[in-house]
């Protein structure tokens, strides 16, 4: 059966793996980077970036991680994690795992909205998704090779390029499981094709 982790350093673990497993797949918490050998597919959580990163450094997550990635094997990063994965942040010298081509500006949606929820398309996923903002970032420049599966009120809040997806939202905090759904589907292709 397909396995997807969770990175459970810090931020919304287990409503990753209740979704995830509502999707038919194996769900486990990943607290040492020798459990990225058991999984197929890796979740970077919501939760707060900066204490993430500190996390992965101290526990040694990061070259794993980027490994992991380039054997192919497929990563989902919501919100935090969007921010993990982005090559470079707004307003900021560095970034961290720097896996999708894209420039990411944290709390973006400003304080005034800092939380809200908003019904967005996500092409090919879903007409109508119900979408958790939470001190959301957005993504406001993404590169040639990545794909824009969704935008609200013109901003970027999903992106897929190749085996890596990102969402600005919390996919997991709601009944509706379709985007964790597609990422499950992305990882058991990524099995099928190995
Ligand atoms: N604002 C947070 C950050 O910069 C992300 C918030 C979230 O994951 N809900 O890390």
Same mark, same amino acid.
Do not use: W
């Given at each position: 059966?397909?396995?997807?982790?969770?990175?459970?350093?810090?931020?919304?673990?287990?409503?990753?793996?209740?979704?995830?497993?509502?999707?038919?797949?194996?769900?486990?918490?990943?607290?040492?980077?020798?459990?990225?050998?058991?999984?197929?597919?890796?979740?970077?959580?919501?939760?707060?970036?900066?204490?993430?990163?500190?996390?992965?450094?101290?526990?040694?997550?990061?070259?794993?991680?980027?490994?992991?990635?380039?054997?192919?094997?497929?990563?989902?990063? $919501?919100?935090?994690?969007?921010?993990?994965? #982005? @090559? %470079?942040?707004?307003?900021?010298? !560095?970034?961290?795992?720097?896996? /999708?081509?894209?420039?990411?500006?944290?709390?973006?949606?400003?304080?005034?909205?800092?939380?809200?929820?908003?019904?967005?398309?996500?092409?090919?996923?879903?007409?109508?998704?119900?979408?958790?903002?939470?001190?959301?970032?957005?993504?406001?420049?993404?590169?040639?090779?990545?794909?824009?599966?969704?935008?609200?009120?013109?901003?970027?809040? $999903?992106?897929?390029?190749?085996?890596?997806? #990102? @969402? %600005?939202?919390?996919?997991?905090? !709601?009944?509706?499981?379709?985007? /964790?759904?597609?990422?499950?589907?992305?990882?058991?292709?990524?099995?099928?094709?190995?």
């Amino acid at each position: 059966m397909t396995t997807i982790g969770v990175l459970a350093l810090q931020g919304a673990v287990r409503e990753h793996l209740r979704a995830v497993k509502a999707c038919g797949a194996n769900a486990i918490e990943i607290k040492r980077k020798e459990q990225l050998a058991e999984i197929d597919g890796l979740i970077l959580p919501g939760g707060e970036s900066t204490t993430i990163r500190r996390l992965i450094d101290s526990y040694d997550f990061f070259d794993a991680i980027q490994d992991f990635g380039q054997q192919g094997k497929p990563i989902f990063g $919501t919100c935090a994690g969007m921010i993990l994965m #982005a @090559t %470079a942040i707004k307003d900021q010298d !560095t970034a961290h795992l720097k896996l /999708i081509d894209m420039e990411v500006a944290r709390n973006a949606f400003g304080r005034q909205v800092a939380s809200f929820e908003a019904d967005v398309e996500v092409h090919g996923i879903a007409a109508d998704f119900n979408a958790v903002f939470i001190r959301a970032p957005y993504v406001v420049k993404a590169g040639p090779d990545v794909e824009i599966l969704a935008t609200y009120n013109e901003h970027i809040v $999903t992106v897929r390029q190749g085996n890596y997806l #990102a @969402t %600005a939202f919390h996919p997991e905090l !709601t009944d509706d499981n379709r985007m /964790i759904a597609y990422f499950v589907q992305m990882v058991k292709k990524a099995v099928a094709s190995t």
